[in-house]
C-alpha cells in the first residue's frame, strides 16, 4: 500500500508560501531528504484550515475573472499552483453518495470503483472530512508486460481511508487503489512530482475479481498522431508506422503501429500474425487476441 509519511505538525503556511517553497526546493520522492521537505510543505499547508475555502469563496465572488486558465479548476481537481521546478500542488474534492453531483455524475466520474496504478508517485494528505477509503494493492511492474487480460498477481494489503492530517506517498508503478466513496465531502491535497519521459510509462486498470488488466489508462497524443497520419492514407505515414512495428523502443506505439495500418483494412490476419512475431510479448498477446477475435466475427 502507499507508504506512510510521519510528519509532525510545524505551523501553518499559507497558499503562496507553499507555492514558493515547493518551487525552490522542488520535489524528487525517491529522495529520502526531499520527500521529508515536501511532507514538512504539506504539512504546513493542510494546518492552514482557512486557505481553501477563501480561495474557493474568493473564485466564486470574483467569476474566476481573476485565475489564469492555467489554474485548471474543475469539477473534483483544483491544480493550486503552476508546475514549477518539476512539482507542483493540487486539492482534489471527495463527495459521498448522499451528494448532488454523486448522484447526478456516477460513481465513475469520481474514480470511484476503478481501481488503477499510477505512472507518477505523488505525496497526498487528508485535509478535510473522513476521506475516501481505498482497498490497497501491490503488484510487481517490471514483470508485467501490459496486455489486456494479463495477471501481474496482484496482492492485497488493507482497506483504509484517507482521513484528516493522514500523509501517504503513493509510489509510481506498485500501488494499485479502488476508491471507495467517502462517507461525508472530503478533501485531499497533494503534490505531484512529473517527470516530461513518464508518458512513455504505463498506467493501468485492474478487475479485482481476476486480478487481470483491463486496459491502458494514459495513451498519449503520439499515439492518436500515428493513428490520424496513417488514416489519412498518406504512403510515408504507413512507412513510417511499419518502421515502428518493427523497432519503436515503446510497445504501446508498435501496438498503435499495427493497429493504425488494421484500419485501412486489407488482409488483417495478416498484419495480425506478422504482429504477434513482432518480438513483443505486450504486443504478440494483444495481436493473438484480435486475430481470434477476427476469426469469431
Same mark, same amino acid.
Given at each position: 500500500m502507499?507508504?506512510?509519511i510521519?510528519?509532525?505538525?510545524?505551523?501553518e503556511?499559507?497558499?503562496q508560501?507553499s507555492?514558493?517553497?515547493?518551487?525552490?526546493?522542488?520535489?524528487?520522492?525517491?529522495?529520502?531528504?526531499?520527500?521529508?521537505?515536501?511532507?514538512?510543505?504539506l504539512?504546513r499547508?493542510?494546518?492552514?484550515?482557512?486557505?481553501?475555502g477563501?480561495l474557493m469563496?474568493?473564485?466564486l465572488?470574483?467569476?474566476?475573472?481573476?485565475h489564469?486558465p492555467a489554474s485548471?479548476?474543475?469539477?473534483?481537481?483544483?491544480?493550486?499552483? &503552476?508546475?514549477?521546478?518539476?512539482?507542483?500542488?493540487?486539492?482534489n474534492i471527495?463527495p459521498?453518495?448522499?451528494?448532488?453531483?454523486f448522484?447526478?455524475s456516477?460513481?465513475?466520474?469520481f474514480v470511484?470503483?476503478m &481501481?488503477?496504478?499510477?505512472?507518477?508517485?505523488?505525496?497526498?494528505?487528508?485535509?478535510?472530512?473522513?476521506g475516501?477509503?481505498?482497498?490497497?494493492?501491490?503488484?510487481?511492474?517490471?514483470?508485467?508486460?501490459?496486455?489486456?487480460?494479463e495477471?501481474?498477481?496482484?496482492r492485497?494489503?488493507?482497506r483504509?481511508?484517507?482521513?484528516?492530517?493522514?500523509?501517504?506517498?503513493?509510489?509510481?508503478?506498485?500501488?494499485?487503489?479502488?476508491?471507495l466513496?467517502?462517507?461525508s465531502?472530503?478533501?485531499?491535497?497533494?503534490?505531484?512530482?512529473i517527470?516530461?519521459?513518464q508518458?512513455?510509462?504505463?498506467?493501468?486498470?485492474?478487475?479485482?475479481?481476476?486480478?487481470?488488466?483491463?486496459?491502458?489508462?494514459? &495513451?498519449?497524443?503520439?499515439?492518436?498522431?500515428?493513428r490520424?497520419?496513417?488514416?489519412l492514407?498518406?504512403?510515408?505515414?504507413?512507412?513510417?508506422a511499419?518502421?515502428?512495428?518493427?523497432?519503436?523502443?515503446?510497445?504501446?506505439?508498435?501496438?498503435a503501429?499495427?493497429?493504425?495500418?488494421?484500419?485501412?483494412?486489407?488482409?488483417?490476419d495478416?498484419?495480425?500474425r506478422?504482429?504477434?512475431?513482432?518480438g513483443?510479448?505486450?504486443?504478440?498477446?494483444e495481436?493473438?487476441?484480435?486475430?481470434?477475435?477476427?476469426?469469431?466475427?
Amino acid at each position: 500500500m502507499p507508504r506512510v509519511i510521519e510528519c509532525a505538525s510545524a505551523g501553518e503556511a499559507s497558499l503562496q508560501e507553499s507555492i514558493d517553497a515547493l518551487a525552490g526546493a522542488g520535489f524528487d520522492p525517491g529522495d529520502e531528504d526531499s520527500l521529508a521537505l515536501g511532507a514538512s510543505i504539506l504539512r504546513r499547508l493542510a494546518n492552514n484550515r482557512r486557505f481553501l475555502g477563501d480561495l474557493m469563496i474568493d473564485c466564486l465572488r470574483e467569476r474566476h475573472r481573476h485565475h489564469e486558465p492555467a489554474s485548471a479548476y474543475g469539477p473534483q481537481a483544483i491544480v493550486l499552483g &503552476p508546475l514549477r521546478n518539476g512539482s507542483f500542488l493540487r486539492a482534489n474534492i471527495w463527495p459521498s453518495e448522499r451528494d448532488g453531483c454523486f448522484r447526478a455524475s456516477g460513481a465513475h466520474s469520481f474514480v470511484y470503483g476503478m &481501481p488503477h496504478d499510477h505512472n507518477f508517485s505523488f505525496l497526498t494528505v487528508g485535509y478535510f472530512g473522513p476521506g475516501y477509503e481505498s482497498d490497497y494493492y501491490e503488484y510487481d511492474y517490471a514483470a508485467t508486460a501490459g496486455y489486456v487480460g494479463e495477471t501481474p498477481g496482484l496482492r492485497f494489503v488493507e482497506r483504509s481511508a484517507l482521513g484528516e492530517g493522514r500523509m501517504l506517498l503513493y509510489r509510481a508503478h506498485r500501488d494499485i487503489h479502488s476508491q471507495l466513496p467517502a462517507a461525508s465531502m472530503s478533501v485531499s491535497l497533494n503534490i505531484l512530482h512529473i517527470d516530461p519521459g513518464q508518458g512513455w510509462f504505463d498506467q493501468y486498470g485492474f478487475d479485482l475479481e481476476s486480478g487481470a488488466i483491463t486496459g491502458l489508462l494514459n &495513451p498519449t497524443s503520439t499515439e492518436v498522431f500515428l493513428r490520424c497520419a496513417v488514416g489519412l492514407g498518406d504512403a510515408a505515414a504507413v512507412d513510417l508506422a511499419e518502421d515502428f512495428g518493427r523497432h519503436h523502443p515503446s510497445d504501446r506505439m508498435r501496438l498503435a503501429s499495427y493497429e493504425a495500418r488494421a484500419s485501412l483494412g486489407g488482409d488483417e490476419d495478416g498484419l495480425w500474425r506478422e504482429a504477434e512475431r513482432s518480438g513483443s510479448l505486450m504486443v504478440a498477446e494483444e495481436a493473438t487476441a484480435r486475430r481470434r477475435a477476427l476469426e469469431r466475427n
